[in-house]
């Protein structure tokens, strides 16, 4: 590690923190690049004839994709964050460019394939990041802040597409999202290197992030085979949790937008307007379950602890994704959905930081990758499920369902989870 002396040093006091706001950034533009089709699907199944079927088999590409987390994350974990990330996010650029290129709903669903395959190192590479630069006691606060990133970039689609199909075309957004991860590549490989090989962190930062670490979750030298690493309970009580969580998260990232138009009857610029909306709310979302988690800690409740309570607030909150179909004021309906915008985040980022709580830090983008892997799999067969019925049996159904699901994870959550010795 190399530290530098007087003012330098000074400048970068908390260089773990210009990291994850880095990283953020990638986030924003990971959650931008997957959330483009959503907003103009609408544009583009009417110019290229795709149903709401094909549709649903489009998204459900992205999610088979996706659902191979573990390999993306037990990658990262092999060769590191710097060279590992920047492969991905490079990849999954060119990818998202490649769209603005693509016609009929199966080029659409290869390249949805290909996209969910190298995105879904964002959350891996996001966990091993947040358990190798903080402290225990921070790490909520710093998973809550990368995840403000997913949702920040589902803020930013609407007004994209929208800017696109009234300037250029919806093929145009594709160009730009893909183009912004490119000029991010640059920015990471100049600025990021692990704690212990960082040349602007200062001696007093290392020791803070260090010394902050569970011992037991230190990196080994010996990483142990990855089937041990598949029979911890701990890891499929966090899995199950999220399969049940991720749900929402599909339908207001690719549905929502359909649900509106057709629905609701709002055209573009209602889209543009008000689609933003719910994860404006996810942000702070983002930023609610850690505060909530350490609110706890204050009053003596444990971490484990504070992080099932935290789950179980936002899985109460969601309840009133059930409401969202039965109310006929479309200001409302846009409410409700705020509301789990909101709670889904809470969540989220409360049981996605638990694998920072639970295993080393050479297998966090693992295990995360396997949770990963879960959720989309959640997301996958509601979007399947969804698209197949949702001509005969409308969305209220599948509302009352999301809002139910989150109290069933966080009934798995207190009683399977076990505390770490």
């Known amino acids: 590690m190399i530290t530098l002396p007087g003012t330098l040093v000074q400048r970068f006091r908390h260089i773990r923190w210009t990291i994850i706001g880095l990283f953020v950034v990638a986030m924003v533009i990971n959650y931008l690049a997957r959330s483009v089709l959503g907003v ?210 599909g339908m207001l990232s690719l549905w929502m937008p359909l649900y509106l138009v057709q629905v609701r009857h709002f055209d573009l610029k209602q889209i543009a307007l008000f689609a933003w909306l719910p994860f404006l709310a996810a942000d702070l979302g983002c930023l609610f379950g850690p505060a909530v988690v350490a609110w706890l800690q204050r009053r003596g409740v444990g971490l484990i602890d504070a992080r099932r309570w935290a789950f179980t607030v936002g899985a109460v909150l969601m309840m009133a994704m059930m409401f969202v179909g039965t109310v006929t004021n479309p200001v409302a309906a846009i409410a409700l959905l705020c509301v789990g915008g909101f709670a889904h985040q809470t969540l989220s980022v409360t049981v996605i930081t638990m694998a920072s709580d639970m295993f080393p830090q050479d297998q966090v983008a693992t295990a995360t990758g396997v949770s990963g892997t879960a959720a989309n799999l959640g997301v996958l067969i509601f979007t399947l499920v969804l698209g197949s019925l949702v001509a005969t049996v409308g969305y209220q159904p599948f509302f009352v369902l999301l809002g139910l699901l989150d109290l069933v994870g966080a009934a798995i959550l207190w009683t399977l989870i076990r505390k770490p010795a």
Request: a positive charge; aromatic letters at 12%; proline letters at 5%.
């Open 40 to 249: 103009a699907a609408p544009a583009i199944m009417a110019e290229q004839h795709i149903s709401a079927q094909q549709y649903s088999w489009i998204t459900g590409a992205f999610q088979i994709g996706i659902m191979f987390q573990p390999v993306a994350g037990y990658l990262l974990d092999s060769i590191g964050l710097k060279i590992g990330f920047t492969l991905f996010v490079t990849l999954w650029s060119l990818i998202t460019m490649g769209h603005g290129l693509a016609s009929g709903w199966l080029g659409f669903a290869g390249l949805r394939g290909a996209l969910g395959l190298v995105e879904g190192s964002a959350q891996p590479a996001g966990m091993k990041l947040v358990a190798e630069w903080f402290p225990a006691r921070e790490r909520g606060v710093a998973g809550g802040i990368y995840q403000i990133g997913a949702s920040f970039g589902a803020v930013f689609a609407p007004p994209l597409v929208a800017w696109a199909v009234f300037n250029h075309s919806w093929r145009a957004a594709f160009f730009v999202a893909g183009g912004l991860g490119l000029v991010w590549v640059i920015a990471w490989l100049a600025w990021y290197a692990p704690p212990a090989r960082h040349r602007r962190l200062s001696a007093a930062e290392h020791a803070h992030i260090v010394g902050g670490q569970e011992a037991a979750l230190a990196t080994r030298r010996v990483r142990p085979p990855l089937r041990d690493l598949l029979r911890r309970r701990n890891l499929w009580a966090i899995a199950a949790a999220r399969f049940l969580a991720d749900p929402v998260w």
